[in-house]
C-alpha cells in the first residue's frame, strides 16, 4: 500500500513486516501539522528512544484558537532545535538513522510546508530515504508504541475498529491489517475536538477546549442540560453541529434571562453528550464488523470521560495510548514511518504537503 501517487512502493502482505535477523531501524519522526513542533526517534516501529513536543497553546490561547500564520512562524524557530535535541536524547548522530518520516497532511498548510521543507533539507544533506506520513494514520500507529525500558506489550489483533477523535477529525476506521484501512464514516461537519473548542470560547474558558471543558465539567451534573445526541441512523457518520447550536441558544435564553451561568453544569452536560455519541457508535460499529478489539486514538481521546466510558461498555480489548501520545507527537509519525519503510516506500524530493489528505486515499 502507498501514501500516495507519487511513491514507488506497492501494495504486500503483511509477511513484509517479519525483521528477524536485521539490525535495529530507527526512524526519525517530524510532525508539525498543526501548533506542535514535534520530533522523535523509534525504533523498529515501535520502541520510543526520544519524542519531544514543542507546544504553542499558550502562544494561541490570546486568539482562541490556532492562528495559521502564527503557527508557521513558530515552527520555523522551533523546529531544528527540537530535531537536535531529539537526536542526542536518542543518543544517535542522523547518520545512525535509517529514514525520515514527516507529516504531509492532513493539516494547516503552513504549518506542514515548515515540516516537510524541513525533511527535505535533511534528507538531501544525509541521503536517508524520505517518507510522507497521513496525520490520521500516525494516530493510529500511537498505539503501538512504548517508551525505552517499558516491557512490550502484544500487537491488537486483526480485524480493529479505530475511532480517531483529533481537533480536526472524527473519523471510524477498520484496519485489517497493517496499512490496510476502510474508512467507515466521520464527521459531516465540525469534529468532536472543534466542537470543545468552540464550546469552550463560548463558555468563556481557556483553549485548548478540550482540557477546559473536562476540568469544568469535574463539578457539573452531566444530566442538568437534556442536549440532543445526533445518531444518524443507518450510517457511520457523525455530526456535532446541533448540539453546538443548542448549548449557544441554551446559553443565549439564560443570559438573556439574567441568569448567571451555570458553566460546570453545562460543560458537564455537553461533554455527556458527545461522549455518549462517540462510545455508542464505536461500539456498534465494532460489534457489526467483528472487531476483535477497538482502538482510540487522538487528542480527544485523552478525555477521561470517554475513556471510562468505553473501558466499562464495551465487550473485549480497548487501547487507548497514554496521555502524551493521545495529542499531536512525532513518535506516532516515526512508527507508522516504520511500517512504511519496510513495505517498501520511498518518496522523492518533490513531494508537496496535502492539507486535506484523507485516510481514504491510502
Not at 482540557?211 to 452531566?222: C, D, L, T
Not at 516515526?334 to 517498501?344: H, L, T
Amino acid at each position: 500500500m502507498t501514501n500516495s501517487s507519487d511513491s514507488n512502493s506497492q501494495p504486500s502482505s503483511n509477511k513484509s513486516f517479519e525483521i528477524e535477523n536485521q539490525q535495529p531501524i530507527r526512524i526519525l519522526g517530524i510532525e508539525t501539522s498543526c501548533d506542535e513542533t514535534a520530533a522523535a526517534v523509534v525504533e523498529n516501529g515501535r520502541v520510543i528512544l526520544s519524542n519531544l513536543v514543542a507546544s504553542q497553546a499558550d502562544l494561541h490561547a490570546q486568539y482562541g484558537g490556532v492562528f495559521p500564520e502564527v503557527a508557521s512562524r513558530q515552527h520555523i524557530l522551533t523546529i531544528y532545535p527540537i530535531i537536535e535535541q531529539s537526536l542526542q536524547e536518542a543518543h544517535l548522530t542522523i547518520s545512525e538513522l535509517d529514514a525520515i518520516a514527516v507529516t504531509r497532511g492532513p493539516g494547516l498548510p503552513g504549518s506542514l510546508a515548515v515540516g516537510i521543507n524541513t525533511a527535505k533539507g535533511l534528507s538531501l544533506g544525509s541521503r536517508l530515504p524520505l517518507i510522507g506520513i497521513n496525520h490520521l494514520e500516525a494516530h493510529i500507529y500511537s498505539i503501538w508504541l512504548y517508551q525505552e525500558g517499558q516491557n512490550e506489550f502484544d500487537e491488537p489483533q486483526y480485524p480493529l475498529l479505530t475511532l480517531i477523535v483529533s481537533g480536526g477529525h472524527t473519523e471510524l476506521v477498520l484496519m485489517t491489517g497493517h496499512l490496510k484501512y476502510k474508512r467507515l464514516g466521520g464527521t459531516l461537519d465540525d469534529a468532536a475536538g472543534e466542537a470543545f473548542d468552540k464550546i469552550s470560547r463560548l463558555l468563556g474558558l481557556s483553549y485548548p477546549g478540550g482540557p477546559s471543558i473536562e476540568k469544568a465539567a469535574q463539578v457539573g451534573n452531566p444530566q442538568a442540560f437534556n442536549f440532543p445526541r445526533a445518531w444518524l441512523d443507518n450510517t457511520w457518520n457523525f455530526s456535532f453541529s446541533g448540539l453546538k447550536t443548542a448549548v449557544l441558544r441554551e446559553v443565549r435564553r439564560l443570559e438573556t434571562g439574567g441568569t448567571p451561568l451555570p458553566i460546570a453544569n453545562l460543560a458537564a452536560s455537553f461533554q455527556a453528550a458527545v461522549v455518549d455519541v462517540l462510545v455508542e457508535k464505536t461500539l456498534l460499529a465494532a460489534k457489526e464488523f467483528q472487531a476483535k478489539e477497538i482502538l482510540i486514538a487522538g487528542g480527544v481521546s485523552a478525555n477521561k470521560l470517554l475513556r471510562q466510558t468505553i473501558e466499562q461498555k464495551a465487550e473485549g480489548l480497548i487501547h487507548i495510548p497514554p496521555i502524551n501520545l493521545c495529542t499531536d507527537n512525532a513518535a506516532m509519525v516515526a512508527g507508522a514511518g516504520f511500517f512504511r519503510y519496510i513495505n517498501g516506500q520511498r518518496d522523492p524530493l518533490d513531494i508537496d504537503v496535502l492539507p486535506n489528505w484523507p485516510i481514504s486515499e491510502l
